[in-house]
């Protein structure tokens, strides 16, 4: 769903629904957003699990999660008969 990332990007509420990992998560988030915004690229000199750099052919992804990182690949299957 469209802005589930916002309260991992900018920080959970506090009293809200969010548990520890929540704010764990956040913490890893907003670590990478400050490390982009600074030089350009996610990965900083800190123990985050490193963020591949993109690649249009395999398309790939980082899902960050509370056990870690899941990389995993984007299948896109093109529509058939557009409108």
């Known amino acids: ?10 920080g959970p ?5 969010f548990e520890a ?13 400050t490390n982009f915004a600074r030089t350009g690229n996610p990965n900083g000199s800190g123990n985050l699990p490193k963020w591949p750099p993109f690649d249009a052919t395999t ?17 896109f299957v093109p529509a058939v008969g557009r409108l």
């Open 59 to 75: 398309r790939g992804y980082m899902e960050i999660s509370n056990e870690g990182p899941i990389y995993g690949f984007f299948h």
């Open 13 to 17: 509420l506090p009293g809200s629904l």
């Open 1 to 10: 769903m469209h802005a589930q990332d916002v309260p991992y990007v900018f």
């Open 21 to 33: 990992a929540d704010y764990s998560i956040s913490d890893s988030v907003q670590q990478y957003w």
